[in-house]
């Protein structure tokens, strides 16, 4: 992100996967300079994603950024998935704030090589920067994890429905007591074809422009004919 303007790193400090739009009001948040190779790279936070960009834009940087970039997160955020997930939800809390943001992810959840991830990040970026979003939209893009030239291309595409099925593994601890390790597998729609996982699983990198109005319209006139909602 550099190649495109000055960058604030505000992150935090620990693993905050699947943490969903969780905000910290009970505590104190805490804020400490790292450094990496003898120089200052970023903030830590011993708070949520959501919390890193309300106190940067708030609290910490002297005005708002242009834009917001949260990523590059290990694992996938496709379909029922960007509910819980902190990266996606790092950027819509900049999209809150009224500044411009993605969230970008790779479908890997091993260490691998993030370049080809990055580049796609700068160009989608650069794009976003330039022409703005609406307000209320977020993009969400999600990376291959092969090679810069095993990607096929940029695909604009929906949100799927497949959704994540859980398998909780019980065991006993050795005070006897039982507790369950969470797993599972995404169950992928059939409706899903032209939705952001199957592209992705194509080798396509996925962009798909999020906005979090939950109303359901449609049922909402049907459910005006309610006698609810009838004046006496």
């Known amino acids: 992100m550099e190649t495109l303007g000055s960058v604030t790193v505000v992150a935090p400090e620990a693993e905050m ?30 708070g949520t994603p959501a919390d890193c960009v309300k106190i940067a834009v708030r609290a910490l940087m002297s005005q708002p950024p242009d834009l917001v970039v949260s990523g590059i997160n290990h694992g996938q955020n496709v379909a029922t998935n960007v509910i819980y997930s902190g990266t996606v939800s790092a950027a819509t809390e900049g999209m809150i704030l009224g500044v411009p943001a993605l969230a970008v992810s790779v ?17 989608v ?3 976003t920067a330039r022409r703005g979003l609406p307000e209320g939209t977020l993009l969400n893009v999600n990376v291959p994890s092969l ?16 959704v994540f ?18 797993g599972g597998a995404m169950q992928v729609d059939e ?19 999020l906005h979090f109005d ?10 005006d004919e309610w006698d609810l909602f009838r004046e006496e």
């Not at 099925?165 to 969470?182: A, K, L, M, S």
């Open 17 to 46: 996967s699947a943490v969903g739009h969780s905000i910290t009001i009970s505590n104190p948040l805490r804020v400490r300079r790292v450094q990496r190779n003898g120089e200052e790279f970023g903030l830590a936070v011993n």
């Open 107 to 123: 479908s890997s959840f091993t260490p691998g090589d993030f370049s080809a991830a990055a580049q796609f990040a700068v160009t």
């Open 125 to 127: 970026a650069r794009e």
């Open 147 to 162: 090679p810069f030239d095993q990607i096929k291309g940029i695909k604009l595409c929906r949100q799927g429905r497949s």
């Open 165 to 182: 099925r859980e398998v909780f593994e019980r065991r006993v601890d050795p005070r006897q007591n039982d507790y369950y390790w969470q």
């Open 191 to 209: 409706r899903d074809a032209d939705a952001d996982i199957e592209w992705l699983a194509q080798g396509w990198v996925t962009v798909t422009p």
């Open 214 to 223: 939950l109303t359901s319209y449609s049922f909402m006139r049907r459910m």
